[in-house]
């Protein structure tokens, strides 16, 4: 990323975590006990705060939003093309309603479901850039682990060290940040909670869980050492997305600057 990419985002997590980006793939458990059949929600947001739900696909030469540029799977080494899938949702957030993707996704084989999107750049007008989030949700079906650690040769990933699905709150998560197979040294990651129920019936988001004493609690910055590697503490059960900043090769889209992040999410589940 050009330094006034990472200057001005820098800047805008510092001056508030609120204004944090998430690309969401949302499911509510990733640790499936046998096939099913499970629903999908494709958001741009900010998981915590639900200040905005940005309209994914959003372009600034055009009132057409662009479509997803991929939506596939990989189980067992297996890749299949989901795209299909995806349906135009209005998604409701706290403030107001963005354009957003519905899909329903098939989980019946066991091991891990490695879910990837590939949105469309989306234009922050605020900053005049585009910003493009690489996305990736593990899902696991009856506990055998296949896939969750693979590398998968995207333009920028966090391949995870801790499976993705399987972490009590209170523990933690490690990962890499790569980009074109190489590690990210000391790449700037953002933290998020997703803070609200998700309404999959009504598409929208629900009330707020708990209250950040601070900004710098909304979207929480760590940094990877200088092999590209992170671990954070999990301190509460739930949908943690952790999005590596500017860790893509691409740089610029439709003559602007482009920041391409890598995400993943993960869930802690409660001990009871």
């Not at 129920?197 to 609690?217: T, W, Y």
């Amino acid at each position: 990323m050009k330094k006034t990419i990472l200057s001005t985002v820098a800047a805008a997590v510092m001056a508030t975590g609120a204004f944090a980006h998430f690309q969401m793939l949302y499911t509510p458990n990733m640790a499936l006990k046998k096939g099913e059949k499970i629903e999908l929600r494709h958001v741009f947001t900010h998981p915590f705060a639900d200040e905005h739900t940005m309209d994914m696909g959003k372009q600034h030469d055009s009132k057409d939003f662009a479509p997803v540029e991929e939506f596939y799977v990989i189980n067992k080494g297996k890749k299949t093309d989901l795209k299909a899938s995806l349906k135009d949702i209005s998604f409701k957030g706290h403030h107001n309603s963005g354009h957003a993707y519905a899909s329903v996704y098939k989980a019946r084989r066991m091991g891990d479901h490695i879910l990837v999107m590939k949105p469309a750049p989306y234009f922050e007008a605020n900053e005049d850039i585009y910003i493009q989030q690489i996305t990736k949700t593990i899902v696991n079906v009856a506990g055998t682990p296949t896939d969750w650690d693979a590398e998968l040769g995207l333009k920028t990933e966090i391949v995870p060290l801790t499976k993705p699905y399987a972490i009590w709150e209170h523990g933690s998560f490690t990962g890499i940040v790569k980009s074109n197979g190489k590690v990210v040294p000391f790449a700037e990651i953002e933290v998020e909670y997703v803070n609200r129920d998700v309404d999959l019936k009504n598409n929208k988001m629900g009330s707020s869980r708990i209250e950040a004493p601070q900004d710098s609690f909304v979207t929480m910055g760590i940094k990877a050492n200088k092999d590209g590697e992170f671990t954070f503490s999990i301190p509460k059960a739930g949908f943690w997305g952790f999005c590596a900043l500017g860790s893509g090769p691409k740089k610029e889209y439709k003559g602007k600057e482009l920041s391409q992040d890598a995400v993943i999410w993960v869930e802690a589940k409660p001990i009871k």
